[in-house]
Nanobody
Framework: QVQLVESGGGLVQPGGSMRLSCGISGRTRGSPALGWFRRAPGKERENVGCISRSGAVSHYINSVKGRFTISRDNAKNTVYLEMNRLQPEDTAVYYC???????????????????WGQGTQVTVSS
């Protein structure tokens, strides 16, 4: 059983930065690929980006490219979402989720992810 715990959310002013962490624990077959997702009020959940198990591959949605960076420290079983130049439209509950593809890739489709964290609120407001 794999457990995920997000942390690092809170309130930040527009233009500010924030780093979220996703701690991975439990029985895993090596390091899994991980996706970050978010659900804004009144909107569908969307993928923000993903990172492969080695960290060599990552993908982002267009609205966060150049502002958000996903990284991982497999020795610490932790994946990070560094968010810069935050905007009010980034306000959402952010979730991490894992999957175990056979090769070192990651996917942005949420249907592939079976284990999810509880989410952490990020509010961008002045």
């Amino acid at each position: 059983q794999v457990q995920l715990v997000e942390s690092g959310g809170g309130l930040v002013q527009p233009g500010g930065s924030m780093r979220l962490s996703c701690g991975i624990s439990g029985r895993t077959r090596g390091s899994p690929a991980l996706g970050w997702f978010r659900r804004a009020p009144g909107k569908e959940r969307e993928n923000v980006g993903c990172i492969s198990r080695s960290g060599a591959v990552s993908h982002y949605i267009n609205s966060v490219k150049g502002r958000f960076t996903i990284s991982r420290d497999n020795a610490k079983n932790t994946v990070y979402l560094e968010m810069n130049r935050l905007q009010p439209e980034d306000t959402a509950v952010y979730y991490c989720a894992v999957e175990a593809p056979a090769i070192d890739v990651c996917f942005q489709s949420d249907g592939r992810y079976l284990t999810w964290g509880q989410g952490t609120q990020v509010t961008v407001s002045s």
